[in-house]
């Protein structure tokens, strides 16, 4: 299976990073060791600034390519929520350089993903709310209709140069909010009203 990201699709949270608006949707890759494994993330020592990033993640039900947007939305078996971990000084520094993230967005441990939730749960898929705290205090906040590129369109565009398959998680992009975690935090994230992510930094 793959993780696929996308960057950059919320406007507060592109304007908290001081980044340029996106023509196209930003795109990129966590390999499938990136998933956390266990209820604690482990802060790694080669960054000192991770962040969390919350976000609607979605499984995907079947294999696919160029799909078609209107179909997309049957592409899709499970949707969560997931925290796209990030060494934004790693990162930092290599967009400074005009360079790829590296291992910034990669590492082990850095795609955190709920317990999924059935699709026929989901009443609207353009009006899925979700947060995270942090140490009990609410740190972001988002809903899917706040996404520059909604679900459909994202399924649809990622397949135009990539075949999607049977279990691929796509990573949605966050809200405003991002920030540093340091050890002994503990980051919960909700689904609606009900926690379904919960997780300790050690
Ligand atoms: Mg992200």
């Given amino acids: 299976m793959k993780i696929i990201c996308v960057g950059r699709n919320y406007v507060e949270h ?10 196209d949707p930003v795109i990129f890759f966590k390999p499938e060791s990136s998933l956390l494994k266990s209820k604690n993330f482990l802060h ?4 000192s600034e991770i962040h969390h990033e919350i976000e609607l993640v ?3 039900l079947k294999k696919g390519k160029d799909i078609d947007k209107k179909d997309a939305i049957n592409y899709i ?10 060494a934004r000084d790693i990162q930092s520094h290599n967009k400074k350089k005009g360079l790829p993230w590296g291992f910034s967005k990669s590492f082990d ?16 898929f353009n009006a899925i709310t979700f947060l995270l705290k942090k140490n ?3 740190v972001q906040k988002g809903s899917s209709n706040l996404m520059i590129y ?4 994202l399924i649809s565009y990622i397949s135009n140069f990539i075949t999607l398959e049977k279990g691929d998680l796509i990573f949605s992009g966050t809200p405003k909010g ?10 919960d994230g909700y689904h609606e009203n009900e926690k379904i992510l919960s997780i300790n930094i050690s």
């Fill in 178 to 187: 991002v920030g540093k975690v340091k050890i002994g935090d503990k980051l």
């Fill in 109 to 124: 441990g850095s795609a955190a993903v709920s317990k999924l939730i059935s699709r026929n749960k989901i009443k609207d």
């Fill in 14 to 23: 592109i304007m908290e990073l001081n980044n340029e608006f996106p023509i």
């Fill in 150 to 153: 909604k679900i459909d369109f």
């Fill in 136 to 138: 009990n205090i609410l």
């Fill in 44 to 47: 790694p020592s080669f960054s």
């Fill in 77 to 86: 078996s499970k949707v969560g929520i997931g925290i796209d971990f990030t």
């Fill in 58 to 60: 979605y499984e995907i």
